[in-house]
Every structure is written in structure tokens, then in C-alpha cells.
């Protein structure tokens, strides 16, 4: 073989190595983020609720300004409790098959080392008022910590119909991924 392609296997050889090298840090990166945690809670009824703001705006009447409080958020991972108040809005449409509620809802929650946003942002329910029921019993509530929860998300199925209130879902690292373009 000439001097020329010993050099030129030297150097691919050498360069897939350092390539493997580099492959083997970045696969370090990737392990070095934290992994999900599923979580399971609940939520306690809070001893006191304003009423809202009643607007009837052509056939739907505008519910603003739920408040509940305080609530505790309890679950098997300390990071997600804390104390909380429920803020919510809905708008109630008259149907043949009775009142329905199309509800917007956050919470604030406050732990010892750090804290959520929360929101549902849209939730189907059947009547109105406080003692409407969710359709099939779930709302999808999605957190953003803060403080020591900073980075981290939490993906939420909620049950506010039984006693006690109930949610499970994910911790993450980061964001939940966004919906695709339409």
C-alpha cells in the first residue's frame, strides 16, 4: 500500500474512533436526564367557594370568577403538593339534553421547596355551578413548576367526581410536546 492511503486509513480509523468517543458522551447527556415519574395524589375540598359572576350573553350564560380554597394537593411524590386555590371560569349551554359547561380552570400551588402552575384549559362538564360533573369524569390538567420544580412539567388526569377528589399522571423534564402544525 503507498504512504498515501496508509495516511488516509490512519486518519478515517482515527476519526471513527474519536466520532465513537463523542457518540458515548452525547449518549451520557441523554442518560443524564432526570426520567418521568408517574404520580398518583389527591386533592382535599376546600371549606369555602365565591360564587361568580353571572352574564348571559345571547344563549350562553358567562360563569366568571370561581374561587375555592384552600385546597391540598397530596400525592406520592413530595414534589407535587402544596397548598392551592381553584380558579375557574365556564360557559353554560342550554342543549336537549340539559346544561353543559365548557370550563377553563388554574391552580397555584405552593409546597415547601418549590410550586406549580396548573390549568386545565378546557374541560367538558354536564349542569353548572359548582356541582357540575366532568364528562367521564376526567380533566387533562397540565403544571409548570418553579422554585426547585423549575424545568419540570406535570401531565395530569384529573377525577373530581368521587370523594376523594383524584389525579395521576407524569413529572418531566421540560415541556410537554406541542401539538402539530394544522
Known amino acids: 500500500m503507498s504512504k498515501l492511503k496508509v495516511s488516509l486509513v490512519v486518519s478515517m480509523v482515527v476519526g471513527m474512533l474519536g466520532g465513537g468517543a463523542v457518540g458515548a458522551g452525547a449518549q451520557d447527556d441523554v442518560t443524564a436526564t432526570p426520567a418521568a415519574t408517574w404520580v398518583t395524589g389527591q386533592v382535599s375540598y376546600a371549606p369555602t367557594c365565591a360564587s361568580p359572576t353571572l352574564e348571559n350573553v345571547g344563549d350562553v350564560r358567562q360563569e366568571r370568577g370561581y374561587s375555592c380554597g384552600p385546597q391540598t394537593w397530596?400525592?406520592?411524590?413530595?414534589?407535587?403538593?402544596?397548598q392551592t386555590s381553584l380558579h375557574w371560569n365556564a360557559d353554560v349551554y342550554m342543549t336537549e339534553n340539559g346544561s353543559h359547561s365548557v370550563v377553563s380552570a388554574t391552580w397555584d400551588i405552593r409546597g415547601d421547596n418549590?410550586?406549580?402552575?396548573?390549568a386545565n384549559p378546557v374541560g367538558l362538564a354536564e349542569g353548572s355551578g359548582l356541582f357540575a360533573?366532568?364528562?367521564?369524569?376526567?380533566?387533562r390538567v397540565v403544571c409548570t413548576g418553579d422554585g426547585e420544580n423549575d424545568g419540570l412539567s406535570a401531565v395530569l388526569t384529573a377525577n373530581w367526581v368521587g370523594t376523594p377528589k383524584t389525579f395521576e399522571g407524569l413529572i418531566i423534564a421540560g415541556e410537554p410536546a406541542p401539538p402539530p402544525e394544522s
Request: contains cysteine; glycine residues 24%; proline residues 5%.
Open 133 to 139: 360533573i366532568d364528562v367521564q369524569g376526567t380533566d
Open 114 to 118: 418549590g410550586g406549580w402552575q396548573c
Open 74 to 82: 397530596s400525592s406520592d411524590d413530595p414534589r407535587l403538593g402544596g
